[in-house]
């Protein structure tokens, strides 16, 4: 009996002590979002380069209006916070091809495989590339000739469970920018968090801080960001809900929120929003579907920019393996 009563104390000191120290890291991740010095993060727009490490990748998150910080239970995480990739199970692959506005496209590829019980490891290349723009003299007049842009990035990403339902995770970056016949190799980092609490999940990640981005003569500073989020599974999992807030060196503040509603097993329907979006590029909405097929995803998202154009992004993942 009195075995019984310490043993049933013990259990209960342990949850006190996992909730305690759940709430003191979300409280540390409000603070980190919000109490951000102005001469880190005040550059005002155009002043960082970089551009593909601001686009996200995968159809799922954008369909999710990018609130993925909080989620990250898959390859995805290398982009949006690499301590979720402690969290996938099997190894997975995902290919993603992006038709975004103005002739813009990108590729994505993405490998991820659990080492042990504890880490995992993520290698992901994006490739993005634009053809056919109209080159122009100093003077503002059209020189006659075309030229090509094109973004290159390498990830390898490494997540790991430190103590119980608690994620540590980095990411390192290789960005190659080419625009005509002048490119950039630079590099960033990426050092992220995530806290499990039953349904409710807890995100804060830095991203791209790293060396400057030097096209001809001209330096520019790396996208750098911070970005915290939070998810809550609800209704046995069939429905989540998300939101992330993110602080870019560059840009204002901005708040983005999801929904993911499983119909049924094989079917998702999503949505999102995000804020802080020009008035050109359209009202911030995005929608977008998962089909299930055994251990086969195909993730769709549609994402309008207003008069720029639309953007559509269509994911092909695979899980195998045996789970850890």
């Known amino acids: 009996m009195v075995t019984e009563i310490a043993a049933n104390f013990m259990n209960i000191k342990k949850y006190c002590m996992k909730k305690t120290a759940s709430l003191a890291f979300v409280a540390a991740a409000c603070l980190a979002m919000f109490v951000v010095p102005s001469t880190v993060f005040g550059r005002g727009p155009g002043t960082s380069a970089g551009n593909i490490l601001k686009i996200d990748t995968g159809a799922r998150p954008v369909a999710l209006g990018g609130s993925y910080c909080g989620i990250s239970d898959d390859i995805n995480a290398a982009q949006y916070n690499p301590a979720g990739l402690g969290q996938i199970q099997r190894q997975e692959i995902m290919v993603t091809h992006n038709e975004w506005f103005q002739e813009i496209r990108s590729e994505f590829l993405g490998y991820g495989i659990p080492l042990n019980e504890y880490w995992s490891l993520g290698i992901a290349l994006n490739y993005m590339y634009v053809n056919g723009l109209t080159e122009w003299d100093e003077t503002g007049n059209i020189k006659g000739g075309k030229f090509g842009a094109y973004n290159g990035l390498a990830t390898i990403t490494a997540g790991t469970e430190i103590s119980e339902d608690m994620y540590f995770g980095v990411s390192l970056k290789a960005l190659q920018e080419s625009v005509d016949n002048k490119s950039s190799l630079a590099y960033a980092g990426d050092a ?76 998702a329907l999503r949505a999102g929003y995000r804020t802080n979006i020009n008035k050109n590029e359209g009202l911030g909405i995005s929608a977008g579907f998962g089909l299930k097929l055994s251990d086969y995803l195909i993730d769709y998202s549609f994402l309008p920019y207003g008069d720029i154009g639309n953007t559509h992004r269509l994911s092909l993942s695979y899980k195998f393996g045996e789970g850890k």
């Open 192 to 267: 992220g968090l995530l806290c499990k609490m039953d349904d409710f999940r807890v995100g804060l990640a830095v991203q791209n801080a790293g060396t400057k981005v030097k096209i001809g003569e001209d330096g520019f500073d790396m996208p750098m960001n911070i970005r915290g989020g939070v998810s809550y599974a609800m209704l046995e999992n069939s429905l989540l809900v998300a939101c992330d807030v993110n602080k870019p060196l560059d840009n204002k503040l901005e708040i983005r929120g999801g929904v993911e509603w499983w119909l049924a097993e094989p079917f």
